[in-house]
């Protein structure tokens, strides 16, 4: 098996990660603030854009191992558009953006990235989702490229919200809080960064729609998100200590739609076993016959309940509403338009009520 498709075997499973890889810091003269939007002079407004990158090819999330298959597909098609000249960075498993353009207030094209250690997760299993990996902010002038690129190619898609002098202050507050408390440091899928705990390339962006309080999580959630149980028998970790970082995105939604979480605050105890890719146990992400790992039934639940955000379905999401010419989506009137070959929806959240920072709410389906 060629070194680049066993590490596309191990990123695919990293499935919070959705391409989301190794760049520097940026350098944003980053200062605190307050938790709470600026009580001053709003002075000017401006516009803060969510940059959807899809993946190179359609993911196929119905089992561990066609997740696997098709995101190695993905990587292949991503591969053949960078030859091709459509992108500069093929993003396997998608990738969010975030930019923001105020009067004398901005945030540089970034997002969180991280990885640099996938081959240490190649016998995971789902685990390789579970890690915690080093973590930064993209430097624009690494990523600016790559945005440009898919510019013309139509391969990149944004969600445009115009907003208020006070708003752009809000929201530059929050991610100077975000690095000021070192999250940026910390990937994994499990992480909130409204909780400071780190994050992956999907929930940092959408952050930034909660913190502005642009739409209501309870419209967008079902939509934008996948809500998973994940067995514990398909989840190892195989040269580590045999134990994952508690976050809050543990949690997911049963059949009846109740909200099901992990214990707060504990680390998940899983197998130190390998599993090879391939292994029937991927077959399924949980069954009757998952047992517990290293550890008695009664101390920590068989399965491990997981929602996050996935590009895909938010690019999906864009395209959908722009082909139908904007209008009325998720309590915002939207409008359309393009850059390039890209498509883009925007709308006015100057009437927006800001949000505090920190989220002490559990359920992603609710406000």
């Not at 992108?87 to 969010?96: A, E, N, Q, R, T």
């Not at 419209?219 to 040269?239: E, H, N, P, Q, W």
């Not at 009325?328 to 939207?334: A, D, I, L």
Request: with cysteine; proline share 6%.
């Amino acid at each position: 098996m060629k070194t680049s498709t066993r590490a596309a075997l191990s990123l695919v499973l990293t499935a919070s990660a959705f391409g989301c890889r190794g760049t520097a810091p940026i350098d944003s003269g980053l200062k605190d603030q307050s938790g709470t939007a600026d009580t001053g002079t709003d002075g000017a407004g401006g516009v803060i854009s969510i940059l959807v990158i899809p993946p190179g090819g359609p993911l196929d999330w119905t089992t561990p191992t066609t997740l696997t298959k098709s995101s190695v597909a993905s990587k292949l098609k991503g591969e053949l558009a960078k030859q091709l000249g459509r992108v500069k960075l093929p993003h396997p498993i998608g990738h969010l953006h975030v930019k923001m353009s105020c009067d004398g207030v901005e945030i540089p094209l970034t997002g969180q990235t991280g990885g640099g250690s996938e081959y240490a997760t190649l016998l995971d299993g789902v685990g390789a989702s579970f890690h915690t990996f080093p973590g930064d902010l993209d430097v624009t002038a690494a990523v600016q490229p790559d945005v440009d690129a898919r510019l013309k190619s139509g391969k990149i898609a944004g969600m445009n919200f115009k907003i208020t002098g006070k708003m752009c202050k809000h929201l530059k507050g929050y991610i100077d809080e975000y690095v000021k408390r070192g999250a940026h440091k910390y990937y994994g899928g499990q992480f909130r960064p409204r909780r400071w705990e780190g994050a992956g390339c999907s929930a940092f962006g959408v952050s930034f729609i909660e913190v502005g309080g642009f739409m209501r999580r309870s419209l967008y959630t079902k939509t934008f998100a996948r809500s998973l149980f994940i067995g514990l028998g398909r989840v190892t970790d195989f040269i580590g200590s045999g134990q994952f970082t508690y976050g809050s995105n543990l949690n997911a939604y049963d059949e009846n739609g109740a909200l099901v979480q992990w214990p707060k605050g504990v680390n998940v105890k899983v197998l130190n076993e390998p599993i090879k890719p391939g292994s029937p146990w991927l077959k399924a992400w949980t069954d009757d016959k998952d047992a517990s790992a290293n550890v008695a039934p009664s101390e920590q639940p068989n399965q491990i309940p997981w929602t996050i955000y996935d590009p895909e379905l938010m690019f999906n999401w864009i395209q959908g509403v722009h082909a139908a010419g904007g209008g009325e989506v998720f309590g915002r009137n939207w409008t359309t338009s393009t850059q390039g070959a890209a498509r883009f929806i925007e709308t006015d959240a100057t009437d927006a009520v800001p949000q505090p920072w920190e989220d002490a709410q559990d359920d992603l389906n609710l406000d």
